[in-house]
């Protein structure tokens, strides 16, 4: 037996309410909120369903319409089987809701969202509230008008850069698939993707996998939005001043190709719109380096970004000439994306900030100068993108990747598919050394007869004794960030020697130590601790505003109910680290934190620093340590627990 989810219960719901008449898809798609694509693959799935009911009957008639014929028995029958089943789709609902409320201009109310998803209107109020605050990241506002309802507030850009990101509005969604994408019908989607490789063969450019799969949903969404007769706005100052970009005359062909498939006609403001995306999108290999370094605004942010690391970390980073070649490709599409309003997020934001917490917060720092001095808004998404830069620096200015590291695949799919792995590894890793590639059921008999530095899996594994990654066996681009930190992280913790783990008890003493904490805000920890460092004279009082500012920007949680608030290293008189223990835990950013040290180091103990946060974030990968330490009741077994 199987059920049918919420959108598909509506549209049987509206076959039996109209028993005899005639639907057609458009109508279908229109009254669902969803693609035609959608409604024939739900008709499919129904029809399943119906064959096990006599009378029941989807007739399916080419260019007039689809009609259900059902006896009033089976009819009944089939209401009482499918409508009273507690079935769970709520993240599909609130997406599908999320996305109505984007594309209607009628207010959409509680009660007709109850009825086409058959929830009490309670549940309904408590994931609208969900959606709001989601909506409310694209400058987004949802108006309730009373006896009228809910109508959506904003200009199209951002509803369409909504629109774009909706897989992320459910993150367990958003991994598994691009929701995005099933709005459109697949020659929709062919289409656009075969005008956009047209327009890079053309004019020999190359976007970034990730910028393409961007490039098609927006022009998707431009599809749609214009086929809604939902346009764009552009000031004419911009219409003049993007017609000089080379990227003006890409769109031109990517529109004509449009035009022609879809035998439709674009205003001229959303050619204006898609070369904004144009320029704003990542490349790689397309030979015109040479154009960001004419940009003296772009290089003079570069330079000071790059300088205050140096400053910041005592590392050469001015002297590593990738470094800033990278940079200047990224930071052109930075910028761009700032001016042009498209938010991006980053998928990988919480394990970079897990796995690089001293650079994550060494480049927040650097960009807050930044960002003052030349009126940017770079938020941690963006950061995050800017600390993979910087740790594969340091990884070529120490040359960290000398020795070979012996490594495991473990594969579920069969050899075949374990052998193409082991290739794509080889290819892309040359200090990866791969031992030998097997199933999950041989492991412990491998690692008692070899030595192995880690286990490269496809499938989640049992406990093992070493460390292990999972990853796809098409080791795509995520993949390889995915690998790619998992690797610096072993080498990091191999690099925490017994010496730097004394560096942290040797910061933290028992008058700056606080137990038992009850506390309900991260600020008010923050301001507690900064109040202690600065009674005993050790930072200046602008460091703990210093440090709030800091938090405000991006939450310093770092996983193991462990947070690492920091403040400007140049307001610090003497290094030191407070630190506070929760009776309870409480939410610190994205997070629960029960153990917090506030980190008073000076400019001076830079390597100091990252030894110690090196050391804290090894205990965030240990629960033992948060369990264990929450425990004490003593400031003296707190100082022995750190040793």
């Not at 005008?195 to 969404?221: C, G, P, R, Y």
């Amino acid at each position: 037996m199987f059920y049918l989810n919420d959108r598909q219960k509506a549209l049987l719901q509206t076959l039996l309410s109209n028993k005899g008449n005639t639907w057609n898809i458009v109508d279908l798609s229109e009254r669902l909120a969803c693609s035609e694509k959608t409604v024939r693959n739900d008709l499919n799935k129904m029809e399943q369903l119906l064959n096990k009911f006599p009378s029941a009957k989807l007739k399916r008639q080419p260019g007039i319409g689809i009609t259900l014929e059902i006896s009033r028995e089976d009819s009944s029958a089939l209401l009482q089987r499918q409508f009273f089943h507690n079935h769970n789709a709520m993240e599909e609902r609130m997406i599908e809701i999320a996305y109505l409320l984007l594309v209607s201009e009628n207010p959409v109310t509680l009660q007709s969202l109850a009825q086409r998803y058959y929830v009490p209107k309670s549940t309904i109020k408590k994931e609208m509230e969900f959606i709001e605050k989601w909506l409310a990241d694209y400058e987004l506002k949802l108006i309730s008008k009373p006896r009228l309802g809910n109508l959506l507030q904003g200009t199209e850009l951002q509803r369409r850069n909504a629109l774009a990101h909706l897989s992320q509005l459910i993150s367990s969604v958003s991994i598994e698939k691009n929701y995005v994408l099933d709005l459109f019908l697949p020659y929709e989607i062919t289409t656009v993707t075969r005008a956009l490789h047209k327009l890079q063969n053309q004019f020999e450019i190359k976007f970034m996998d990730e910028t393409f799969d961007s490039l098609v949903v927006h022009a998707l969404i431009m599809v749609k939005r214009t086929r809604q007769k939902s346009p764009i706005a552009v000031i004419e100052q911009e219409k003049a001043y993007v017609a000089s970009y080379k990227e003006f005359e890409y769109a031109a062909l990517f529109f004509k190709q449009l035009e022609e498939s879809f035998s439709m006609k674009f205003p001229d403001n959303e050619r204006i719109y898609f070369t904004w995306h144009l320029i704003s999108g990542k490349r790689v290999g397309d030979g015109e380096e040479h154009v960001y370094f004419q940009d003296t605004v772009l290089l003079s942010i570069i330079h000071d970004i790059t300088k205050r690391l140096d400053e910041l970390t005592a590392y050469p980073f001015e002297k590593d000439s990738i470094l800033t070649k990278g940079l200047a490709v990224h930071m052109y599409s930075v910028i761009n994306r700032l001016k042009y309003g498209f938010p991006i997020s980053n998928p990988l934001l919480s394990d970079i900030k897990k796995m690089y917490p001293y650079m994550f917060n060494m480049v927040i720092f650097a960009l807050e100068e930044v960002n003052s001095a030349y009126d940017l808004d770079v938020h941690e998404d963006e950061a995050a993108f800017l600390v993979l830069h910087f740790q594969a620096s340091i990884e070529r200015l120490e040359g960290s990747r000398g020795k070979k590291k012996n490594s495991l695949i473990v594969c579920h799919l069969g050899v075949g598919i374990s052998h193409l792995l082991e290739a794509k590894i080889k290819q892309h890793y040359s200090d990866i050394h791969i031992l030998a590639c097997i199933g999950k059921a041989s492991i412990d008999e491998f690692l008692k007869k070899n030595k192995v530095d880690f286990i490269i899996s496809t499938v989640s594994l049992d406990e093992i004794p070493i460390p292990y990654v999972v990853i796809s066996p098409l080791l795509e681009g995520k993949d390889k960030e995915k690998l790619n930190q998992f690797v610096q992280k072993i080498e990091e913790t191999k690099e925490n020697s017994s010496e730097d783990s004394k560096q942290l008890s040797k910061l933290v003493r028992g008058d700056l130590v606080h137990l038992g904490i009850e506390v309900e805000h991260p600020y008010e920890v923050i301001e507690m601790l900064g109040n202690t460092l600065y009674q005993k004279g050790l930072i200046q009082k602008e460091f703990i505003h210093s440090a709030l500012n800091r938090e405000r920007k991006s939450a310093t949680a770092i996983g193991g109910n462990i947070a690492i608030p920091h403040g400007n290293p140049d307001m610090v008189i003497q290094s030191a680290i407070a630190v506070a223990i929760l009776r309870e835990p409480i939410l610190w950013g994205n997070d629960y934190v029960s153990v917090i040290f506030l980190l008073a180091i000076s400019k001076g103990d830079q390597n100091l620093n990252r030894a110690v946060v090196g050391q804290i974030a090894s205990y965030s990968e240990n629960l033992e340590f948060t369990s264990g330490i929450t425990k004490l009741s003593d400031i003296k077994g707190v100082l022995d627990f750190i040793k």
